[in-house]
């Protein structure tokens, strides 16, 4: 977990200025490619998902270690030619893996998160789940360990793998010739990322496109169908948290209310939009039938709750990179409490960004636990040791965070938040 922290504090500074870059890059090609809402959605998702992962929220069935040892066939040192294979054999796991996600209404719940952005920029690939806390698909790295391929390869490769599918969620790159024919383009992407018929549960690969050829699933970005990008029932808010679970609360509801015994155990298991019969009649969704129908969610924000968004935002990343630069100093009770104080408040001020009368309690929640940390650790975290008087400004930003999102709430609910119109939603499945 060390490692993951260091090498996060390393990538994550290399994406946000890729991210910058791309901001002017499209400014100066005349396109628009961020709207600010949902990209600090986006850079808040990725901040729960990192915070997820220090607090070592995943539980592996079977171990990569575990396994390697009990099957493998061969026993391979750790040269050039294993850390290729161990490559290609983590894409193949990653392509079957997101194929599962995509194809089963349980496991969808754990990648929802990384398909609602309705935007598709180089942010909304940090949009990662924090429902995903049970690895699932050990099995499919069977394979690997047959051959032999070492685990501590593998725990150096994987997050290489992971952070090579940052670059292709841009619009700002067109089809790149003979890589398209080998591997994961911004345009392949583009197609994935979009709710069109044509388009949906295509190109799931994750760096190279050859498995979706081979198992039938690519699809070719289309001039004349130009993506349209979400989820075909959309979340409708910019809190990750909640986007993380919507879904599953989604399937707990037609679980419950459903008269068939039958239809409650297996709505988990079915294909992904799978309802009972008698649910999906006298509970419909809304959804978009028709993508180029689709009206982006929109909170309406003033001037004051954008600008006050991206101030919070800016410093829960400052002080999730504090966590992480500052790790190997701390106990696994600080990590946690630093931890679950940051997760409320990235929903405290997501919820502020959706005028959701709720940030207030989240709000006055993250004051008290601010009071307690401050006490609990003589400052805040050690970080006074770094910034003198660190603790007290941090106890001053919140105060004043809760002061702004009463005003924000009280001014704000006197605008309406745009509704996307019933006519053009289809309801069904």
Sequence with gaps: MELYAKALSFAIPFFLLLIIIEEFAARKMKKQVNRGMDTISSLSSGMTNTLKNLM?????????????????????????????????????????????????????????????????????ALRQSISAII??????????????????????????????????????????????????????HRVHHAIN?????????????????????????????????????????????????VHFWALIQDAWRTKSWWDKLRIWFMPTGWRPSDVAERYPWAYWKNAFDQVKYDSKPSRQLLVWSWVQMIVAFGMVFHVLISFVNFQYLEVMLYAVFMMVSIFAYTSLMDKSKIAIPAEALRLTM????????????????????????????????????FWLIQKESRQSVKEVPAQSFAAGT
């Design 56 to 124: 070592g929220l995943s539980i592996a069935i079977v171990s990569y270690a575990w396994l390697v040892d009990k099957v493998a066939l061969f026993d391979i040192k750790s040269t050039f030619l294993v850390y290729v294979l161990a490559f290609i054999g983590i894409d193949f796991v990653g392509y079957w893996s997101h194929r599962f996600d995509h194809k089963v209404n349980a496991f969808w719940n754990r990648h929802i998160v990384h398909h609602s952005s309705e935007e598709f920029n180089l942010s909304c």
């Design 135 to 188: 690895g699932i698909y050990f099995f499919l790295y069977i394979p690997m360990a047959f051959l032999g391929i070492p685990a501590e390869v593998v725990a150096i490769i994987a997050p290489i793998h992971l952070f090579a599918q940052f670059w292709y969620h841009t619009r700002l790159i067109d089809k790149m010739g003979f890589l398209e024919h080998i591997i994961v383009t911004p345009s392949h």
């Design 197 to 245: 018929d044509i388009y949906l549960d295509k190109n799931l690969g994750q760096i190279f496109i050859f498995w979706d050829k081979i198992f039938g699933t690519f699809q070719e970005e289309l001039e004349e169908e130009p993506p349209v990008y979400g989820v075909k029932k959309p979340v409708n808010t910019w809190n990750p948290l909640i986007i993380n679970y």
């Design 370 to 405: 601010g009071f307690g940390l401050f006490y609990w650790t003589g400052g805040w975290f050690g970080l006074d040791v770094l910034v003198p008087g660190a603790g007290y400004a941090v106890l001053a930003f919140l105060l004043l965070s809760s002061l702004m999102t």
